[in-house]
């Protein structure tokens, strides 16, 4: 189930899933992919935010995430140390 859709800056069109994970869509391409992150279990995104070019704040289960598109590094911020909203 689709939880959110959010369209980032270069045009890529991101889809936030319940069980499923975190897809992105290229329009150029015409071709779907689910975001995998090294050592990090993403199932559930609830919302996706883009407050810069090539950043990405993801609202999750887990916590809150900030993925740096450039690299794929992220950081995890769990929900210990977040005020608990949607953004």
Known sequence: RILDIYETQDG???FGTN???LYSYNRDAKDF???ELKDYNLTYVNAIF???KNELWLSSKQGVLKIDRTTDEFIDLPR???CWKTF
């Open 50 to 52: 883009e407050p810069t």
């Open 80 to 82: 210990t140390m977040v």
């Open 12 to 14: 890529t069109v991101w």
């Open 19 to 21: 069980g499923g994970g």
């Open 33 to 35: 992919e689910r975001l």
